[in-house]
Nanobody, 121 residues
Framework: QVQLVESGGGLVQAGGSLRLSCTAS????????MGWYRQAPGKQREFVAQ????????GYADSVKGRFSFARDNAKNTGYLQMNSLKSEDTAVYYC??????????????WGQGTQVTVSS
């Protein structure tokens, strides 16, 4: 079984920065892909960024390109979403998502519990 735990959310003024972390724990053989999604009140969950193992550079939603950056520390099974130049429209619950191959050989998708990011204007 694999768990994802996010941290780093909070309240920040527009133009400020936050760094979110997502740590995977459990019977992990390999993290094939890790990504971030967000859901604002009254809206559907949307893609923010992802990094595929062996797949080169991270991919980003157009709305965050140039402001957000995503990196992984494979040794720690942790992903970091650095969010700069935050805007009020970035306010949402941010969820970590990962496709994981377990030590038993199964592959499945896990979600974190979410962390609130609030940007005040």
């Amino acid at each position: 079984q694999v768990q994802l735990v996010e941290s780093g959310g909070g309240l920040v003024q527009a133009g400020g920065s936050l760094r979110l972390s997502c740590t995977a724990s459990g019977s992990i053989s390999r993290i094939n892909r890790m990504g971030w999604y967000r859901q604002a009140p009254g809206k559907q969950r949307e893609f923010v960024a992802q990094l595929i193992s062996g797949g080169g550079n991270p991919g980003y939603a157009d709305s965050v390109k140039g402001r957000f950056s995503f990196a992984r520390d494979n040794a720690k099974n942790t992903g970091y979403l650095q969010m700069n130049s935050l805007k009020s429209e970035d306010t949402a619950v941010y969820y970590c998502n990962a496709e994981v191959r377990s030590t038993a050989g199964a592959t499945f998708t896990a979600w974190g519990q979410g962390t609130q990011v609030t940007v005040s204007s």
